[in-house]
Each structure stands twice: as structure tokens, then as C-alpha cells.
């Protein structure tokens, strides 16, 4: 179950970040670390 909950965070914040949001906004909406959040911006850039 808290497998499933995190894949969702990972893709609500995926769409963030495709939408603009700051990283700040998503951590807090989404309850991801700072570490998780940058990972996902480095994707993002990658």
C-alpha cells in the first residue's frame, strides 16, 4: 500500500514540475523529501 502511495506522489510531483511549480510548493503538497523533489528535477533536465 505505501508502495502505491509514493508512485502517486512521484507522478503528482512529475506533473508539477511539467506545469511549472517550484520545488518548495511540491514538497509541500506532496509530502516528498527535498532529495526526492531533486531527483526529479535532474530527470526533468536529463
Known amino acids: 500500500m ?4 509514493d508512485r502517486a506522489k ?4 512529475r506533473n508539477m ?3 511549472g511549480y517550484n520545488k518548495v510548493v ?3 503538497l506532496t509530502g516528498l523529501s527535498e532529495e526526492e523533489v531533486k531527483k ?3 530527470e526533468r533536465v536529463n
Request: net charge neutral; no cysteine.
Open 2 to 5: 505505501q508502495q502505491g502511495q
Open 10 to 13: 512521484i507522478e503528482i510531483a
Open 17 to 19: 514540475i511539467s506545469k
Open 26 to 28: 511540491i514538497i509541500e
Open 40 to 42: 526529479l528535477f535532474k
